[in-house]
């Protein structure tokens, strides 16, 4: 997109409309990709190593789910009601024809539900590509870098074969140059966000950075340039709000409205939104195999989530330097609605703030949710308890 003028705040308005018409949109269709790309890679969250698919030619879409706009008519014949919304509805989405235009769909063995979609795609979209990426919940086995160094080179090689071009170390290295400035963005973003919270919102940001699930990293990265020098011009004055941090967001994402309620009530100054976006913490290395180096980061560069079992992140530390680090005073601890992992995070992170005495508010949503009045309420009910705490 292009973005003129000398005020750097009008711009960056007309950036996040930009960003949430992205949301709502498909995948960009073969014609109207970027050059050097032949079509598009779908996968699942939480991760997946979008550089492998950058440089074999296919754009890497985040698939996160139908949102609340979509009717289900056909995934509730291949799937139990019981089942997560992201799952379901992303099956709805493969069978209805919204993503008949993926080279090919990967997913992962984050949880039953999503290790099963693989199998579902492979009967019933038979001419996309179908793979399950095996990544390993337990990244502190000795084996752990070299199980995925293998799997990615295997991936390499079915995504050579899909796409029809060499994704050479030359290519991978120029993929993960680009990646690590938009990592550093992102972790620019992050930071504002923690410094001066009035300056953008948990909305705002979330906007921004999901739209690199509908477009190439170069433009993303030149995306979110205009709009940090955006929200560096904003002239905003502080509120009087609490600060908290939102966890349970790593794979299903809440709806954009549940987003904007919390922002009402509350400085959201860090989460784990889209945190397969923000996976890898540091530059991967640029030198020897760019495969190794990817899956060297994945194990020791990495971010923590209910669906890794990383005995270095603890559930209830890496939630506490969350907390400690972004000095909030609260958690919004959310699951999705059947979410295994999330709702067993929910529990272990609800007795230890019990335990050390830290304010918390449970919710729960899926994305199919489309009434917000009764969460309106908690959230303003709890952020007036905190500031009545603090007065």
Same mark, same amino acid.
């Given at each position: 997109?292009?973005?003129?003028?000398?005020?750097?705040?009008?711009?960056?308005? =007309?950036?996040?409309? /930009?960003?949430?018409?992205? &949301?709502?949109?498909?995948?960009?269709?073969?014609?109207?990709?970027?050059?050097?790309?032949?079509?598009?890679?779908?996968?699942? %969250?939480? $991760?997946?190593?979008?550089?492998?698919?950058?440089?074999?030619?296919?754009?890497?879409?985040?698939?996160?789910?139908?949102?609340?706009?979509?009717?289900?008519?056909?995934?509730?014949?291949?799937?139990?009601?019981?089942?997560?919304?992201?799952?379901? #509805?992303?099956?709805?989405?493969?069978?209805?024809?919204?993503?008949?235009?993926?080279?090919?769909?990967?997913?992962?063995?984050?949880?039953?539900?999503?290790?099963?979609?693989?199998?579902?795609?492979?009967?019933?979209?038979?001419?996309?590509?179908?793979?399950?990426? /095996?990544?390993?919940?337990?990244?502190?086995?000795?084996?752990?870098? &070299?199980? +995925?160094?293998?799997?990615?080179?295997?991936?390499? !090689? *079915?995504? *050579?074969?899909?796409?029809?071009?060499?994704? #050479?170390?030359?290519?991978?290295?120029?993929?993960?140059?680009?990646?690590?400035?938009?990592?550093?963005?992102?972790?620019?973003?992050?930071?504002?966000?923690?410094?001066? %919270?009035?300056?953008? #919102?948990?909305?705002? #940001?979330?906007?921004? +950075?999901?739209?690199?699930?509908?477009?190439?990293?170069?433009?993303?990265?030149?995306?979110?340039?205009?709009?940090?020098?955006?929200?560096?011009? &904003?002239?905003?004055?502080?509120?009087?709000?609490?600060?908290?941090?939102?966890?349970?967001?790593?794979?299903?994402?809440?709806?954009?409205?549940?987003?904007? @309620?919390?922002?009402?009530?509350? $400085?959201?100054?860090?989460?784990?939104?889209?945190?397969?976006? &923000?996976?890898?913490?540091?530059?991967?290395?640029?030198?020897?195999?760019?495969?190794?180096?990817?899956? *060297?980061?994945?194990?020791?560069?990495?971010?923590?989530? %209910?669906?890794?079992?990383?005995?270095?992140?603890?559930?209830?530390?890496?939630?506490?330097?969350?907390?400690?680090?972004?000095? @909030?005073? @609260?958690?919004?601890?959310?699951?999705?609605?059947?979410?295994?992992? !999330?709702?067993? =995070?929910?529990?272990?992170?609800?007795?230890?703030?019990?335990?050390? !005495?830290?304010?918390?508010?449970?919710?729960?949503?899926?994305?199919?949710?489309?009434?917000?009045?009764?969460?309106?309420?908690?959230? =303003?009910?709890?952020? =007036?308890?905190?500031?009545?705490?603090?007065?």
């Amino acid at each position: 997109m292009e973005t003129q003028g000398a005020n750097p705040e009008a711009g960056l308005d =007309e950036i996040l409309e /930009y960003c949430n018409t992205l &949301r709502q949109s498909p995948p960009p269709a073969d014609d109207a990709l970027p050059a050097g790309f032949t079509g598009t890679l779908g996968h699942f %969250p939480v $991760y997946f190593p979008e550089e492998i698919a950058h440089a074999a030619g296919l754009l890497p879409v985040n698939v996160l789910g139908g949102g609340n706009k979509l009717e289900l008519k056909h995934a509730d014949a291949h799937m139990g009601s019981f089942i997560c919304s992201i799952c379901r #509805s992303t099956t709805e989405m493969g069978l209805n024809g919204q993503l008949q235009g993926l080279k090919g769909f990967i997913t992962h063995p984050i949880c039953d539900a999503a290790k099963h979609l693989a199998g579902i795609w492979a009967r019933n979209v038979p001419d996309q590509l179908a793979q399950i990426l /095996y990544l390993p919940q337990n990244p502190n086995t000795p084996g752990a870098v &070299r199980f +995925v160094a293998a799997e990615y080179q295997r991936l390499r !090689g *079915e995504l *050579e074969r899909r796409s029809g071009q060499e994704a #050479s170390d030359e290519k991978l290295r120029a993929s993960l140059r680009a990646y690590n400035r938009n990592r550093a963005l992102v972790r620019e973003l992050y930071a504002l966000r923690r410094d001066e %919270p009035w300056k953008v #919102s948990c909305t705002e #940001s979330y906007l921004l +950075v999901r739209a690199r699930t509908r477009m190439a990293c170069e433009a993303h990265n030149t995306l979110l340039e205009r709009a940090l020098e955006g929200i560096r011009a &904003r002239r905003r004055a502080a509120q009087d709000k609490p600060r908290v941090v939102f966890v349970g967001g790593f794979c299903e994402q809440p709806p954009l409205e549940m987003l904007e @309620a919390i922002d009402d009530n509350c $400085y959201v100054v860090d989460d784990d939104l889209l945190i397969g976006l &923000r996976w890898i913490t540091g530059d991967v290395p640029l030198t020897g195999d760019p495969i190794w180096a990817l899956a *060297e980061s994945f194990v020791q560069r990495s971010a923590a989530s %209910p669906v890794q079992h990383d005995e270095r992140k603890t559930k209830e530390g890496y939630l506490m330097e969350m907390l400690a680090s972004s000095k @909030a005073e @609260a958690a919004i601890v959310t699951a999705a609605k059947f979410c295994e992992p !999330g709702l067993d =995070e929910q529990v272990a992170w609800s007795k230890h703030f019990d335990e050390v !005495g830290v304010q918390y508010l449970v919710l729960e949503f899926e994305e199919k949710m489309t009434s917000f009045e009764q969460m309106a309420m908690q959230l =303003e009910t709890f952020a =007036e308890s905190l500031l009545f705490a603090t007065a």
